[in-house]
């Protein structure tokens, strides 16, 4: 039972995750939308800008068509904001909403107090 012990802050953090997820004011998202996001919110701190075409590649396991459909998806559900270059406009680049900067704000909070309880 000592490895269970360890692992309590980190299901305390699943809990807290499922709750927040569960919000009526973040929409609901599959395995390969949250997938997509984090890889996303892994990029924009060091690039704020980020192509659709970087984006399919940042999940080499999934189809491009897949993940192409996702930030469609992701669009939709007001996570996504899309950025048409202004010297290409076939360029279009991916950016984090309000929503998206508050979801990820959220699940901090999940993780500070999970690491405090």
């Given at each position: 039972?000592?490895?269970?012990?360890?692992?309590?802050?980190?299901?305390?953090?699943?809990?807290?995750?499922?709750?927040?997820?569960?919000?009526?004011?973040?929409?609901?998202?599959?395995?390969?939308?949250?997938?997509?996001?984090?890889?996303?919110?892994?990029?924009?701190?060091?690039?704020?800008?980020?192509?659709?075409?970087?984006?399919?590649?940042?999940?080499?396991s999934i189809?491009?068509?897949?993940?192409?459909r996702r930030?469609?998806?992701?669009?939709?559900?007001?996570?996504?904001?899309?950025?048409?270059?202004?010297?290409?406009?076939?360029?279009?680049?991916?950016?984090?909403?309000?929503?998206?900067?508050?979801?990820?704000?959220?699940l901090t909070?999940?993780?500070?107090?999970?690491?405090?309880?």
């Amino acid at each position: 039972m000592e490895i269970y012990q360890h692992a309590l802050p980190y299901l305390k953090f699943l809990n807290l995750l499922k709750a927040v997820q569960g919000l009526s004011n973040f929409p609901v998202l599959d395995a390969l939308e949250e997938r997509l996001l984090n890889s996303l919110a892994a990029v924009w701190p060091s690039n704020s800008r980020i192509s659709v075409m970087e984006a399919i590649s940042l999940l080499p396991s999934i189809s491009p068509a897949t993940v192409h459909r996702r930030l469609k998806t992701l669009q939709k559900k007001g996570l996504l904001k899309v950025l048409v270059d202004e010297n290409d406009n076939r360029l279009k680049y991916l950016l984090p909403t309000d929503i998206t900067t508050e979801y990820f704000a959220k699940l901090t909070l999940c993780m500070t107090e999970a690491q405090q309880g």
